[in-house]
């Protein structure tokens, strides 16, 4: 069994800065690629940034330049700093690990979500 971990949401005004953080526990054996995702009110969910386990980067046109995805995975965590946010910015943040477990197995795991809130 794995857990994600989220932590770091939180109200900013717009202009603002937060830090989400996400720790994976449990039985790992290794993490390919760790994301961020966010769903808002009566829309899909979409991804924010992704990291691969090597450093590569990917991010939404809607972030770029705004956001950046950082992983150490000697703690199996992966952080997400948001700075410039503005409100369209406000979403429920899910983390995500596409992760091999014990026997070899690779499942896809998701946190419990940490909510986002730019105010104007």
Known sequence: Q????ESGGGLVQAGGSL???????GSIFSINAMGWYRQAPGKQRELVAAITSGGSTNYADSVKGRFTISRDNAKNTVYLQMN???PEDTA???CN???IVAGGYEYDYWGQ???VTVSS
């Open 84 to 86: 410039s946010l503005k």
């Open 92 to 94: 429920v943040y899910y």
């Open 19 to 25: 830090r989400l953080s996400c720790a994976a526990s």
């Open 2 to 5: 794995v857990q994600l971990v």
């Open 97 to 99: 690990a596409d992760t």
């Open 113 to 115: 979500g940490t909510q």
